[in-house]
């Protein structure tokens, strides 16, 4: 598979993520660079379910 391809499965995978899921990977992460990178992807999931609730106009 090339890069690109892995970078697009990772990303529709991380779309899959829940805040519980990546509440648990960052506790367990092994570093704490990979703690930051989780918590990165948690807030952009974050970010995306804020901005389909504005979307839904129920906020």
């Given at each position: 598979?090339?890069?690109?391809?892995?970078?697009?499965?990772?990303?529709?995978?991380?779309?899959?993520?829940?805040?519980?899921?990546?509440?648990?990977?960052?506790?367990?992460?092994?570093?704490?660079?990979?703690?930051?990178?989780?918590?990165?992807?948690?807030?952009?999931?974050?970010?995306?379910?804020?901005?389909?609730?504005?979307?839904?106009?129920k906020f």
């Amino acid at each position: 598979m090339s890069d690109v391809n892995a970078i697009k499965e990772l990303y529709n995978k991380c779309k899959e993520l829940d805040a519980e899921d990546t509440m648990e990977l960052a506790l367990n992460a092994e570093t704490e660079e990979e703690q930051r990178f989780i918590e990165m992807i948690s807030d952009y999931i974050l970010q995306l379910k804020q901005k389909e609730v504005v979307a839904q106009g129920k906020f």
